[in-house]
């Protein structure tokens, strides 16, 4: 994903801004506490270097889920005050948002638990199952327009290392909170 903001307002929410990880979401919060709108530009494209590595992709992520627990700490109480006093739902959505499991979290999850659901008798498991194939479909109508069958089966395969780095970026997202980790990029 990508940004773009007017010169002037970026100052304004950067002015007072001392965030070393995830001052995007700051901004996004700041923008939507004072109301502003937020479109979606669907026709632009955004090009960002996918990281290839293993560790990389946790230290990235790790980043990532410092900041999403962070402001969803820092913000949910103000949220939930501007949401029944000001009626600013665009700023509790979002704050809402940063609850959520990461997607491919609840792929990885839904998939474990259907072993569970087996032990726990044929209800639970036909439940399980609707419930994994409502996560894949859910997750795949998004991108199958612009993948290639071959492309998705190839990153279906990449999918439990995904998980595995994505449970351990979590399990160490207070080292975000220590130094800034930068992410290399190879161009």
Do not use: C
Request: proline content about 3%; glycine content about 4%; cysteine-free.
């Amino acid at each position: 994903s990508g940004m773009i903001i007017e010169m002037g307002l970026f100052r304004i929410l950067m002015n007072d801004m001392e965030v070393f990880s995830g001052f995007d979401k700051e901004m996004e919060l700041r923008i939507l506490r004072n109301k502003l709108v937020i479109d979606y530009a669907e026709d632009i494209l955004i090009y960002d270097e996918k990281v290839s590595e293993q560790e990389v992709f946790v230290n990235q992520r790790r980043r990532w889920a410092y900041a999403q627990l962070h402001y969803l700490k820092q913000n949910s109480l103000n949220a939930i005050k501007e949401l029944f006093l000001h009626k600013n739902t665009d700023y509790f959505n979002r704050v809402l948002q940063f609850s959520l499991l990461p997607r491919i979290v609840t792929i990885g999850l839904s998939v474990m638990l259907l072993p569970l659901a087996a032990l726990a008798g044929k209800d639970f498991i036909i439940a399980s199952l609707i419930a994994a194939i409502a996560v894949f479909v859910a997750l795949f109508l998004p991108v199958r327009n612009h993948l290639k069958f071959s492309e998705l089966f190839l990153l279906a395969g990449k999918l439990p290392f995904t998980f595995v780095g994505m449970i351990k970026a979590f399990m160490t997202s207070k080292q975000a909170s220590k130094k800034f980790i930068h992410t290399p990029h190879n161009i």
